[in-house]
């Protein structure tokens, strides 16, 4: 049985409110300084309107820990969440393979 995540966070909404928000003293300028990004694309991910890239993913890892991959997959889960709730495959049918 596969469980697929329901409305999964943007990961720019997991890091606002995980590595930002708690935190006296951190800001995005802090957090962008030190991953060696400009703060204007820093804060298009934190407020959702950017997606992680693997570079953003290596950077993150580095400043933030976890690990590369699972910076990706966090984009990962919520793209396939917001192209399941878009994507109308109702007149699609799996094709059926037959030996010949």
């Known amino acids: 049985m596969t469980i697929r995540p329901y409305n999964p966070p943007h990961p720019g909404e997991l890091i606002q409110r995980t590595y ?4 006296d003293g951190v800001s995005i300028a802090s957090v962008a300084r030190e991953l060696g ?11 959702c309107k950017a997606d992680i890239s693997p570079e953003i993913a290596v950077r993150l890892s580095a400043v933030l820990g976890r690990t590369a991959e699972s910076w990706l997959a966090l984009q990962d889960h919520y793209d396939l969440w917001k192209a399941r709730k878009s994507v109308d ?7 059926q393979y037959e030996v010949a």
Do not use: A, C, G, Y
């Open 20 to 23: 930002i928000d708690p935190f």
């Open 37 to 47: 990004v400009d703060k204007s694309t820093f804060n298009r991910l934190v407020n």
């Open 89 to 95: 495959t109702e007149k699609l049918h799996r094709l």
